[in-house]
Every structure is written in C-alpha cells, then in structure tokens.
C-alpha cells in the first residue's frame, strides 16, 4: 500500500540501485528510470508468466532508451517465445517509424510525487502556521494531492488503498460543504434585517 508506493518513488529517486518484487512489476507501474529488468523463472508455466504477463513486465523499463530483460530459464517456453516475438515486432515497428520521421529515442522525464504521508505533514503543519481549523484551511491542495495518489494507487492495482483515498476525498469535499453552509446560514442569522414601518421585518 503506501510503503509499496514510498519504495518505488525512492527507486525512482536512486536511493537504491536493485528492487526485487513478487508480481510487482506488472502493468500500470510507470517507472521511466528503470533500464534493466531481469525475470527469474521465466519458464515456469502458469498465469504469472504468460506471454501476456511476460509482455507487461517487459514493458516496465519500454520507457528508458537504455532498456534491456533478461529472462532467466531452463528452456524456452511458448510463452516465453510469443513475448519475445511480440516484443521485436513493437521495436522493429518503432524504429522504422522513428527512421522516417528522424526522431531520436530520449527517456521519459517524469516527475516524481511526493508521497502522501509528506503531504499530509506538510499541510498539518501549514494549518498550525496560520492557526486554522480544518475548516478554515483552504483543502483545496490537499484534495488535489489525494486524487493523484488516488489515481497511482488505481494504476497499481492497489484497488483497497484507492478506495481509502476517495472515501478521504469524499470527506474532506463534504465537510468543506457542510462548513460552508453553516457558515452562510450563520451570516444570515447574524446579518440585520430591514423593517418596515410596523416593524415588521423584510425577508
């Protein structure tokens, strides 16, 4: 969840050289930085090396112009084959189109968020600042914050966390909502009405 999501950024960071994962490096995980992907056992038959699962991992380092797999086995599955195969046609297919259109292949530059956890510290901390009530500080940041991590949460397939992440939304959009409408309601209260001539108020 939020450790799994900590980890890949400080990978992305180069605070490590080397992550080693079970299942980890599937679709969805978009990690320009990475250039070397190595899948041990993959001639081992089943659904976690599938030429379809084989092609998702492979794809993980598609995003650095220095990308290499390897994929360590006893023998060559058909798995194994079709990944292969599938994956020199995406390359043969996209070096001719770079060859005619003269575009130089570079490596995605992506930013790279900064983890929830420090979000949230960093608005505590702001909202202490200025003496606010959660209320009275502007959630606005926050809430577009939490959508982020929301979506790379999705994309991750950490579906349980994403669901956290939009009920926490749904809270914080609710309750600015709610402060808005006492407070309003608290202005009209408070707000002097015109009378007239019997003293009657005018609504």
């Known amino acids: 969840t939020l450790d799994r999501v900590d980890i890949l950024r400080q990978l992305r960071e180069g605070r490590f050289d080397v992550l080693v994962g079970v299942n980890l490096l599937r679709e969805g995980l978009d990690l320009p930085e990475v250039s070397l992907v190595c899948i041990l056992d993959a001639d081992r038959e089943g659904f976690l090396r599938s030429a379809t699962s084989l092609i998702q991992t492979i794809g993980r380092c598609a995003r650095n112009v220095n990308a290499l797999v390897l994929l360590y086995g006893d023998k060559i599955t058909d798995a194994m084959q079709k990944a292969i195969d599938e994956t020199t046609r995406r390359r043969e297919l996209q070096l001719a189109y770079n060859i005619e259109h003269n575009i130089t292949p570079r490596t995605i530059k992506k930013a ?43 994309e991750s397939l950490e579906f349980e966390q994403a669901a956290r992440l939009r ?12 402060a808005a409408a006492e407070a309003e309601e608290d202005a009209l209260n408070r707000s002097p009405r015109k009378t007239g001539r019997k003293g009657r108020q005018i609504r």
Not at 129 to 147: N, P
Not at 167 to 178: A, N, S, V, Y
């Open 112 to 154: 790279i968020r900064t983890a929830l956890a420090d979000q949230l510290r960093a608005t505590r901390t702001a909202r202490q600042a200025i003496h606010a009530t959660e209320h009275e500080y502007d959630t606005t940041e926050l809430v577009a914050q939490l959508e982020k991590e929301m979506l790379q949460a999705a």
């Open 167 to 178: 009920d926490r939304i749904q809270t914080l959009t609710g309750d600015d909502d709610q």
